[in-house]
């Protein structure tokens, strides 16, 4: 019941949901549309901006748009590069600020809530330990405690990784580990590309398990090439 609430509340507020700048620049509302309609009818937009656009503004703008208009379970929001994912965060935080100044109710459950996936490497708090109970503490027991941490990153509105260290540490627990496990929680993932393309990533085995009606932007797209040979291309 509490899911469902916090889905209605989004979607109502998403609705009426302003742009969050006085105006659009030159080529981002051509850009807000494309991507809302090809989000709404199923299909696939490549879009090619200058530097300097805004062109992450606008596409995260259009596709928030289209989470209640086409009934969107999830965005997921991919990069190539960390300092992708940093203005995609910001364009996201901009968005769900504009929504707070907009609606006369209180927030609470109405909030986005987006999460942020990161390598192991860079979430890991034990680095030099394996992921077994024998060697990390933050293992042994994860389960017992994640409810608690669970619940923990949801009321903040799930989290960024350094936010979601924060909520871990707390709690005991891996962020990694704590960070997927809210994937069925969140409205929104900001998530390098190899969470969704690499064979051994999760998450679109994830979304075909759950039957997830999801979008799915990719910023710099370009970059994929090169990204998906290193992926798919084995070595001796």
């Known amino acids: ?12 507020r998403l609705e009426v949901l302003a742009f969050p700048h006085r105006g659009f620049r030159d080529g981002q509302r051509e850009l807000a549309a494309a991507v809302y309609r090809s989000a709404q009818r199923g299909r696939q937009v ?14 995260v703008f259009g ?26 965060l910001r364009a996201l935080a ?9 609606s006369d109710e209180p927030c609470g459950m109405a909030r986005l809530r987006i999460l942020e996936l990161g390598s192991r490497q860079r979430a890991c708090l034990r680095p030099g330990a394996s992921c077994t109970p024998q060697q990390c503490d933050l293992a042994a027991g994860f389960h017992d405690r994640l ?15 350094d936010q979601l260290a924060g909520f871990a540490t707390s709690h005991r627990v891996c962020p990694y580990h704590l960070a997927h496990e ?8 900001v998530a390098d590309v190899n969470h969704w393309f690499d064979r051994h990533a999760g998450l679109q085995t994830q979304v075909r398990a759950e039957g997830w009606k999801v979008a799915v932007v990719v ?4 970059n994929l090439i090169e990204r998906t040979r290193a992926m798919y291309t084995a070595a001796l």
């Open 219 to 222: 910023d710099e797209a370009h």
């Open 182 to 189: 809210l994937v069925p929680w969140a409205d929104v993932v």
């Open 46 to 59: 490549l879009a090619e901006a200058p530097t300097g656009l805004g062109k992450s503004i606008a596409a």
């Open 94 to 102: 901009q968005c769900d600020e504009r929504n707070d100044e907009q």
């Open 1 to 12: 019941l509490k899911e469902r609430a916090h889905r209605e509340a989004r979607d109502t």
């Open 63 to 88: 596709a928030l748009k289209a989470l209640p208009a086409a009934s969107l379970d999830k965005l997921f929001f991919l990069t190539c590069r960390t300092t992708g994912a940093a203005g995609l």
């Open 147 to 161: 409810p608690d941490a669970r619940a923990t990153a949801v009321g903040q509105g799930m989290g960024t990784i």
